[in-house]
């Protein structure tokens, strides 16, 4: 049985994040999901939905075994209670794979690290990032 984690904020769902999450699952048997608590997201403007509907949205697609809000202050909290084998990071995150595989190493788990794909536009008008649909919704709709 192989265990994979993908990780992520998934605020507003789009394809790019089915498209993430269907290839994390296709690496191993069973997919676990931590969702990144709002304080936690420091790179770019916080989430607009809670965590737990954050979390109740991915867990409800057919790619994921279980979904999980992470930990508020130590990321391997979750890690080790899931003890995967591998963890997938997405096409465009900025964590470091062999930071990530060292320090895995050193907190004594045996995990690999890989890198998904990114989703290319299929379809027209095609917006796969959340950043991008919250930019429309304001040019569309707001005032
Ligand atoms: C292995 C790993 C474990 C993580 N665990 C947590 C966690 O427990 N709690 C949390 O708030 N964020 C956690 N994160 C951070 C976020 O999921 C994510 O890296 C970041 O904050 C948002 O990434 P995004 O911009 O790609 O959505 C973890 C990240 C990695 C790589
Ligand atoms: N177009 C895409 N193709 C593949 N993976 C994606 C795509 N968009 C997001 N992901 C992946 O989904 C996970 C969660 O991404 P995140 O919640 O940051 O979405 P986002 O749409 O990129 O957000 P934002 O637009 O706010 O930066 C990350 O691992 C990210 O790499």
Same mark, same amino acid.
């Given at each position: 049985m192989t265990t994979v984690v993908a990780?992520?904020?998934?605020?507003? *769902?789009?394809?790019?994040?089915?498209? %993430?999450l !269907?290839?994390a699952a296709g690496m191993g048997d069973e997919l676990h999901v931590? =969702?990144?608590?709002? !304080?936690?997201?420091?790179?770019?403007?916080?989430?607009?939905?809670?965590?737990?509907?954050? @979390?109740?949205?991915?867990a409800?697609?057919?790619a994921v075994t279980e979904a999980h =809000?992470? +930990?508020?202050?130590?990321?391997?909290?979750?890690?080790?209670?899931i003890d995967p084998d591998v #963890?997938a990071?997405? %096409?465009?995150?900025?964590?470091?794979? !062999?930071?990530?595989?060292?320090?895995? !190493?050193?907190?004594?788990?045996?995990?690999? =690290?890989? @890198?998904?794909?990114?989703?290319?536009?299929? +379809?027209?008008?095609?917006? *796969?990032?959340?950043?991008?649909? #919250?930019?429309?919704?304001?040019?569309?709709?707001?005032?």
């Amino acid at each position: 049985m192989t265990t994979v984690v993908a990780q992520g904020t998934f605020d507003i *769902l789009h394809p790019g994040h089915v498209h %993430y999450l !269907e290839e994390a699952a296709g690496m191993g048997d069973e997919l676990h999901v931590i =969702v990144a608590r709002r !304080e936690n997201v420091t790179h770019k403007e916080q989430p607009v939905l809670s965590n737990r509907q954050r @979390r109740d949205m991915v867990a409800a697609l057919a790619a994921v075994t279980e979904a999980h =809000v992470g +930990h508020p202050e130590d990321f391997f909290v979750p890690i080790r209670e899931i003890d995967p084998d591998v #963890i997938a990071l997405g %096409y465009d995150q900025h964590h470091d794979e !062999e930071k990530l595989a060292g320090a895995l !190493e050193e907190a004594g788990l045996d995990c690999r =690290v890989e @890198r998904a794909s990114g989703r290319e536009e299929v +379809h027209d008008d095609e917006l *796969l990032s959340t950043g991008k649909i #919250i930019d429309r919704i304001c040019r569309e709709r707001c005032d």
